[in-house]
């Protein structure tokens, strides 16, 4: 006998599309992969990590593979706070949650500080991650422009003051990135950073403050981050993902006493991976990691430079972009009647391919806009994928130009 199954109504906050990322991105061996904002494979410590894992099995082995785990997540803490001082953020470990990747942390922030309808403020464009995530926690989004010194904070706060004249909801929380912005590839400057901490403290919302690239520096110093203006209402989220390798799937937040706590009680009693943390904490007496992170800040920035001077010989000054000092990507800008989304498959078919600018943002919009990212190729296929990308571009203009 055969039932019959009824169809079955699955929670609105549930997503209907599938997510959009390097994880889900196409697995085509013909097509070179611009879209992935992922780290280099290549770069990956693979020495060292197989010598870690060793060792955190030898030595720690029986109480690293249980719940509680080793000594693994303590040192694995300890790091994030050193580390973290580079950005003026002076905590300790109480403060600190590990988390499976800082996409678990965006979404333990939302759970802890967000109810259905409540107000989430991000920046256009923006990491399309946290969007989804927020979209799944019901919240209502509201998004602002960015410039080459990170989000305008001045309009962020005639907003608030108009909610508050008009009697409107002030949100619950504004979502940044701080440094080398995906996909922006701007940086928020000192002045916006200190400004934004401060209308944090007086409209009383959080900052959840996405710090992903904080140590690819490629040009410059580290900058303070906004944390470090406002410790009580930001939360500060980075991750190993592009510094050891994303497969560890380990971030972190950092945050007042109160919020981690409410954070870590998703955990519901647990850690996040204990035996991925012991092997971190093992890898750290493995790999001269300032070494280690300067041949990846020396790595990246060729690719980043192979890619500004390709698209420069390719586009002239056709297309409009920022050199970034850091992080993955670069932000293009094409004229304004240009529909970037209209020749994504064009650019597969030719070998090639890179997202359209309307997938980061909230409202329909950013149709001129495409990301580029240059950390996951080599200089050979970066160069050959930025030419295959210009061909697509110039056979879908010389399209429209025909129609019309």
């Not at 409209?203 to 520096?217: Q, S, T």
Request: net charge negative; glycine share 6%; aromatic share 12%.
């Amino acid at each position: 006998m055969t039932s019959h199954v009824q169809p079955f109504q699955f929670p609105k906050r549930v997503p209907d599309a599938p997510p959009v990322g390097a994880a889900q991105a196409s697995t085509r061996s013909d097509v070179i992969p611009l879209s992935y904002g992922t780290p280099s494979s290549e770069a990956f410590p693979y020495t060292e990590l197989q010598a870690a894992a060793t060792a955190a099995i030898l030595q720690e082995g029986q109480d690293a593979l249980q719940y509680a785990g080793s000594l693994g997540p303590t040192r694995v803490q300890q790091w994030i706070t050193e580390r973290a001082a580079l950005r003026s953020i002076h905590v300790g470990q109480g403060r600190v949650l590990v988390t499976y990747g800082s996409q678990q942390a965006i979404d333990f922030a939302a759970r802890a500080l967000l109810e259905p309808g409540d107000h989430v403020w991000v920046e256009a464009p923006t990491y399309f991650g946290a969007v989804s995530t927020f979209k799944t926690a019901e919240a209502v989004i509201t998004s602002f422009p960015l410039d080459e010194d990170g989000i305008q904070v001045d309009q962020v706060e005639a907003a608030l003051q108009e909610a508050v004249q008009q009697g409107k909801p002030l949100p619950k929380l504004l979502y940044c990135m701080p440094n080398f912005h995906n996909p922006g590839g701007v940086s928020l400057s000192i002045e916006r950073r200190e400004h934004l901490a401060r209308l944090a403290y007086e409209y009383n919302f959080f900052i959840l403050e996405d710090d992903a690239y904080a140590e690819l520096v490629y040009e410059g110093q580290h900058l303070p981050a906004i944390y470090s203006f406002g410790p009580e209402r930001v939360i500060y989220l980075s991750s190993f993902s592009k510094i050891i390798a994303p497969g560890i799937r380990l971030g972190w937040a950092i945050g007042s006493p109160t919020v981690i706590r409410h954070m870590n009680s998703f955990f519901q009693g647990s850690k996040a991976s204990v035996f991925s943390q012991e092997i971190v904490a093992q890898l750290f007496n493995h790999l001269p990691f300032n070494e280690h992170l300067d041949q990846l800040i020396t790595r990246y920035r060729a690719s980043r430079d192979v890619m500004v001077t390709t698209l420069r010989e390719q586009f002239g000054d056709e297309v409009q972009f920022q050199i970034p000092d850091g992080g993955f990507f670069i932000w293009l800008t094409f004229p304004t009647n240009v529909r970037t989304s209209e020749f994504v498959k064009t650019a597969a078919d030719l070998g090639v391919s890179f997202l359209p600018g309307s997938q980061f943002f909230v409202t329909p919009e950013g149709e001129q806009h495409a990301r580029l990212s240059f950390s996951y190729c080599n200089a050979e296929d970066i160069q050959q994928g930025v030419i295959r990308f210009a061909e697509a571009y110039r056979n879908y203009k010389n399209r429209t130009q025909q129609h019309y």
